[in-house]
């Protein structure tokens, strides 16, 4: 009898011992900690400002020029957005078939038109050909690389790279300094109304040169990517090396 009673109590402790286990389990608590994070991302923006500081005639224009007359025409960029970014600009020169001469008033191809452009653009420094042999060969400050010239509508169109990547704030140099107009014989293009166009680009410069060693060669690279994105598009390169002759 004694033995069953200390059986049944063994039992009972043993319950009760299973139980608070059981209840112990319940209540233990972890030590933890947790956190989120967001991936957030702003989008750049490429914005540029295309000025000419030195070009400021009445209305916009210059009226009643003449033969070998220049004119300050200083063209740059300036980065007004918030990324890195590959800057170009086109220029177009207008072209035609035209008797012209040289500065001791002989006439030039022996009296015959000859297809020129009408214009020379010269650095501040350059010696400015159209005032020795009636019609110049353009020439662009060392800051800036031709990339391509041609013919496209009755203008001769030049496309340039800046040698350097514009960073947000900066302002390029000028791509040239000055314009002066071909010495042709008078009675030609007497009222005619004529248009140096300059047009101005930028590209961003992150992932986009194909990693080539130069700036320069970068900056190609990405023009082409651009030509080929936006041809057809408004707003697109005159240019557009990619479309056939």
Do not use: C
Request: charged letters at 20%; aromatic letters at 8%.
């Amino acid at each position: 009898m004694k033995k069953k009673m200390n059986g049944k109590k063994a039992i009972t402790a043993a319950m009760a011992a299973l139980a608070m286990t059981v209840m112990m389990g319940g209540t233990m608590a972890y030590l933890t900690d947790n956190e989120s994070t967001a991936n957030n991302f702003t989008v750049g923006k490429v914005e540029i400002e295309g000025s000419e500081p030195a070009w400021n005639p009445d209305g916009g224009t210059e009226e009643d020029i003449v033969p070998t007359e220049s004119f300050d025409k200083d063209p740059q960029i300036k980065n007004v957005g918030k990324n890195p970014a590959y800057v170009y600009m086109e220029v177009a020169v207008p072209v035609a078939d035209v008797i012209y001469a040289n500065a001791q008033g002989t006439r030039q191809n022996s009296g015959n038109a000859a297809h020129i452009e009408l214009f020379e653009f010269d650095t501040a420094a350059s010696t400015v050909q159209t005032l020795t042999d009636g019609v110049g060969i353009s020439e662009q400050n060392d800051s800036w690389t031709q990339m391509y010239k041609k013919e496209i509508d009755g203008r001769m169109v030049y496309t340039f790279s800046y040698n350097s990547v514009l960073n947000p704030e900066e302002t390029t140099a000028p791509l040239f300094n000055k314009v002066t107009f071909a010495n042709i014989v008078e009675g030609q293009l007497d009222g005619q109304s004529l248009a140096v166009d300059v047009n101005f680009y930028a590209i961003q410069a992150e992932n986009t040169g194909d990693g080539a060693d130069t700036v320069p060669a970068q900056a190609k690279n990405a023009y082409d990517k651009y030509l080929k994105q936006n041809a057809g598009l408004s707003g697109a390169a005159i240019n557009d090396v990619t479309a056939g002759d």
